[in-house]
């Protein structure tokens, strides 16, 4: 069952309907998207963090508080993602309602051809229990393991966990801010590069079908763009690998200054480093690129006893708007152009150029990109 788009799909049960309490499996850590906006706004969120972690220190126990003690926070509402998507991955629930399927124009969107357009909705009364209504769905919609009936909201309580379709295992849990904070860390380092704070590789392949996915819905352009430093093997052999680090570091720095909050940039491996731009056109997104390259031979390290200059050359492929590209075949087009900026001398930009018949047009099914 679709419901049309833009109304209010906020369900309240006729009657009390209670599942079994939840199981003992274990709790996942994660980070949250904080939207009951279609997609748009919880990809963004996503692709906008930093990593900043706020940590929350508890207070003295005791069986009354303290006179002018401030009132505990609320609890904060979260899916947390077990199996169908990057494990630990938190979904922040709004006050009312989250719809949850495969469709970008859900809260949540799940890649999983087994999850229908429109599966189910989570909703939130005034008391603060919260209502799973299954929205006659292909594969069904589970609590605790039990399949629930179609258009039937159901209670789920903490720590229950939630099936949609046959792949896809969510675990809906109430997080006091120092329990957020803790999972948060925990699901950051999981996703962030150690060295340099940015992104890993396994993140970002993750996320880049789902961001093509945005981009062609706002009718953008998608630029892939790998930067490679040059000459990285001779200097860790003549500096040394703490230079060799400091240098990484700096180009991370250079890459977060350059980017902007709706990006998505990651260390790729080793002295690689992967950038995704939603771009009007592959101009745009050349000039952005070489504004990287130009920022990153003006850096200098200090070494111990030199000052080392840092050089990168940078391959670059666009897949245009209204096109979707397989991601594969993205990621490779701008690996070829990077070497062939090697070859040409290094420090420089290269774009891919191409033919008309390497795009395919974007199909109303999320499998129809190419996600990792």
């Known amino acids: 069952m679709d419901l049309p788009l833009g109304e209010d799909c906020t369900v309240w049960p006729s009657k009390s309907v209670r599942l079994g309490e939840a199981g003992s499996e274990e709790d996942y850590l994660g980070y949250d998207s904080d939207s009951r906006i279609p997609s748009r706004g919880a990809v963004r969120r996503i692709m906008d963090a930093r990593g900043k972690t706020q940590i929350c220190f508890s207070t003295v126990a005791g069986s009354e508080p303290a006179v002018g003690a401030q009132a505990a926070a609320p609890l904060l509402l979260y899916l947390i993602i077990v199996r169908g998507g990057i494990p630990g991955t938190m979904l922040r629930l709004g006050q009312k309602s989250s ?7 859900n809260t949540f969107q ?35 393991g039990r399949r629930i009936a179609a258009q039937t909201p159901v209670q789920v309580g903490d720590g229950s966990r939630i099936q949609l379709g046959s792949s896809t295992l969510l675990k809906y849990l109430k997080l006091d801010p120092c329990e ?12 962030r590069d150690n060295l340099t704070g940015l992104y890993n590789r396994g993140y970002f392949l993750s996320q880049i079908g789902p961001l093509a996915e945005l981009n062609s819905m706002c009718e953008l352009g998608l630029a892939l763009i790998l930067v490679d430093i040059d000459h990285f093997k001779r200097i860790n052999d003549t500096h040394g690998h703490t230079v060799g680090d400091l240098i990484l570091r700096e180009v991370a720095d250079v890459l977060r200054e350059s980017t902007r909050g709706e990006d998505l940039v ?5 002295e690689e480093f992967i950038l ?18 130009s920022r990153l031979s003006s850096r200098l390290v200090e070494a111990s006893q030199a000052r080392v200059g840092v050089t990168a050359s940078l391959g670059l492929s666009f897949a245009p708007a209204g ?24 420090n420089r930009v290269i774009a891919s150029a191409p033919t008309q018949q390497e795009f395919s047009r974007k199909t109303e099914s999320a499998d129809a990109f190419v996600l990792f």
């Not at 995704?276 to 390259?293: D, G, K, M, N, V």
Request: overall charge neutral; proline content about 3%; charged content about 30%.
């Open 266 to 270: 990651a260390r790729y491996g080793g």
């Open 99 to 105: 719809s949850l399927g495969r469709s970008a124009e």
């Open 323 to 346: 096109r979707v590209r397989d991601v594969a075949a993205l990621i490779t087009a701008a690996d070829e152009a990077l070497y062939e900026a090697k070859r040409s001398g290094r």
């Open 110 to 144: 799940f890649h999983d051809s087994t999850v229908s357009r429109r599966h189910a909705v989570l909703s939130i009364d005034p008391p603060g229990a919260a209502w799973l209504m299954d929205l006659g769905s292909t594969n069904g919609t589970f609590v605790n």
């Open 276 to 293: 995704a731009l939603p771009s009007c056109s592959q101009e745009q997104a050349t000039e952005r690129a070489e504004r990287i390259r």
């Open 180 to 191: 957020e904070g803790f999972q948060r860390e925990l699901y950051e380092r999981s996703v």
